[in-house]
């Protein structure tokens, strides 16, 4: 038997004895089974319910001789938000590390797991200065990785080639500055790497649903893009060996964040207002409530990135930049 991830029912997770016992018995049992993990035994292999970990059968799905034989269904009790979150974060804990930004998503997580920190952050960046504040401010061992000018150009060509479809600013800014903390968490010796991935996407974080005409269907229609973008981050990350635990897209927080209305999830100005409700009980309120840049802005790669597609000649499009690193590297 072969695992990838962990695997947990109701709330109690199951050790990799517990899992060979369970298959060797009636596999039907993992029907129940939450977590992030593909598993592989005999010929057969099954995956997680949101498809977290990727594998080459659907998420969700028992198959065998190359066939479906079975569904994925867990159904935790309900609980409250709150109680979602903390025992999402708790079953994730055992191992890894953190990604950090010094927001309110990774600080509640970081917090929660206090597990070692990860944080990318070009000297002078807000992410930099944010994440050594608060890592002070809650007493984390933080790792800063502030790579030059070469090292993002490698790490970018290795993205581009790495990540599902053709490149974009966006995907590739995001993936290449994932690729550092990928980077970190292997040279550390972990597998494993916890991040805020989905936060915006379920509470409403993106500075454009401030001036959204319809939040409802923009936050539907966000929600509805993550499987794509956790393909893009495992990617990045399985070049390390490593893959992204995601606590905020764990089934019992979905459950307990999508039926808050879009007009709570951004309320009065302010993005994510019921996760910064929950994470000033358990963090400062100063880092509960402050806003901050995405990611690719707010470590400096994005401007990397940018000045590296000036100096190749490409003054005014890193789209035609990152095409021309994809088509390189496809005929290379």
């Known amino acids: 038997m072969r695992l990838k991830g962990w695997i947990e029912r109701d709330g109690v997770r199951i050790t990799t ?3 060979e016992r369970m298959l060797a018995t009636n596999p039907e049992n993992l029907a129940r089974c939450g977590g992030e993990f593909l598993v592989e035994w005999d010929d057969c292999t099954a995956r997680d319910d949101p498809g977290i970990i990727p594998g080459p059968v659907p998420p969700g799905t028992i198959c065998c001789g190359g066939r479906p034989v079975g569904r994925i269904k867990p159904d935790p009790p309900p609980c409250s938000l709150e109680e979602a979150i903390v025992t999402a974060v708790k079953l994730r804990s055992d191992e890894g590390v953190v990604a950090f930004s010094g927001g309110v998503d990774s600080a509640l997580i970081a917090h929660l797991a206090r597990l070692p920190c990860v944080t990318v952050g070009l000297p002078g960046s807000h992410d930099l200065a944010r994440a050594t504040k608060a890592a002070r401010m809650l007493d984390l061992d933080l790792t800063v990785i502030s790579p030059g000018k070469e090292e993002v150009a490698d790490a970018l060509s290795r993205v581009v080639r790495a990540i599902p479809g053709p490149p974009n600013p966006v995907d590739a800014s995001i993936a290449t500055t994932l690729y550092f903390v990928a980077e970190t968490a292997e040279e550390q010796g972990h597998t494993r790497i916890l991040a805020g991935q989905g936060a915006d996407e379920i ?4 500075a454009r649903y401030l001036s959204s005409t319809d939040l409802a269907a923009e936050l539907e229609r966000d929600f ?11 990617a990045v990350a399985a070049l390390h060996g490593a893959y992204f635990s995601m606590p905020y897209q764990d089934l019992r927080v979905v459950r307990a964040a999508l039926p808050i209305p879009a007009s709570i999830r951004v309320r009065g100005g302010v993005r994510k207002y019921p996760l910064r409700l929950i994470a000033e009980r358990h963090i400062p309120a100063e880092i509960a409530w402050t806003e901050k840049k995405a990611m690719q802005y707010g470590s400096g790669i994005w401007k990397t990135i940018e000045t590296l597609a000036r100096a190749n000649g490409y003054k005014k499009s890193v789209q035609r930049y990152l095409t021309e690193i994809s088509r390189a590297e496809h005929d290379h």
């Open 17 to 19: 004895a517990e899992l």
């Open 224 to 234: 509805a893009d993550l499987p794509r973008q956790r393909a893009r981050d495992q």
């Open 203 to 206: 509470f409403g974080g993106y």
